[in-house]
């Protein structure tokens, strides 16, 4: 399901070759390691900043992601979604370039202790709903029906407001409107964000997304990562500790700290809530991204 190079939808700038890329942009530090090769901080001629993903050890797989990333967000636009600018796929070298995103990984900022502190509620609440709107976008949208697969804290980037966008489409797949879901034998992902049904018997659906989103929900209120993938009432795992907290009405001891703080604890506590169905065991059982939107906003009722 790998797209020919003709049937990319290419984005705005598409240079010919590594040459020509390079005589456009500079290239300046290294930000990190990606799913497939290395990212770097750079400038394009008008001085805006970007980052740039390339593609160096060519192996099969990575390259076929490398396509895949490309012909899907060649047509994303969305401003919860990160930016593709640009790429340069001829040749040996292939590069994605992107829009830059000052205050990079969620990541970092929810589980890193000094920097939690300057995340509070209300920026927390942002990025929630920013998620959220970026995901309902992708399966909504009737051109695109895109199931993203590797939702987690590591690919949502902040911009300087602290508008959270959704990265790393290497492991998206277009869904075409059937919502019952498709299966794989090459399960790919990362385990704590991973549904049941998708790590035990590769079957995927927007559900799945569902489910990572209900995991990061849990993350961003509480600090904590979800370790590993067991069943939901698992003391040990995050969902399970979430999950207990809730039913015995200790919901306020999940929340990190800066959270607790500064937060409008209603509003949390609904925010945990839709978090916890969204993990539900059961794809059935969870909601839509787009009544996921709704029940954040608090237009429904929530279903007890
Ligand atoms: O967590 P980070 O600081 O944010 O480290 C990773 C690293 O590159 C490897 O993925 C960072 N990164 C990726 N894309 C971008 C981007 N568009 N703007 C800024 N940083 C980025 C990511």
Known sequence: DVPN??????????????????????IDNKL???????VFRGKLRDGQEIAVKRLSKVSRQGADQFKNEISL?????????VKLLGCCIQGDEKMLIYEYMPNRSLDSFIFDKG?????????????INGIARGLLYLHQDS??????????????????????????FGMARSFGGDETGASTGRVVGTYGYMSPEYAIDGIFSVKSDVFS????????????????????????????????LFTEGQAESLMDT????????????RFTQVGLL???????????????????SSEVALPQ
């Open 278 to 296: 969204c993990v539900q065991q059961s794809p059935e059982d969870r909601p839509s991204m787009a009544s996921a939107v709704l029940m954040l």
């Open 213 to 244: 989103f209900g995991v990061l929900v849990l993350e961003i209120i509480s600090g904590k990562r979800n370790r590993g993938f067991v069943h939901p009432d698992h003391k040990l795992n995050l969902l399970g500790h979430a999950w207990k």
């Open 115 to 127: 920097q939690s502190y300057s995340l509070d509620w209300p920026k927390r609440c942002k990025i």
């Open 73 to 81: 967000i060649a047509k994303l636009q969305h401003r919860n979604l």
């Open 32 to 38: 990190g390691e990606g799913g497939y090769g290395p």
């Open 143 to 168: 051109r695109l029906r895109i199931i993203h697969r590797d939702l987690k804290a590591s690919n949502i980037l902040l911009d300087y407001e602290m508008n959270a966008k959704i990265s790393d």
């Open 258 to 269: 800066p959270v607790r703080d500064s937060c409008d604890l209603s509003e949390v506590l």
């Open 5 to 26: 190079e003709e049937d990319l939808e290419l984005p705005l700038i598409s240079f010919n070759d590594t040459a020509e890329a390079t005589s456009n942009f500079s």
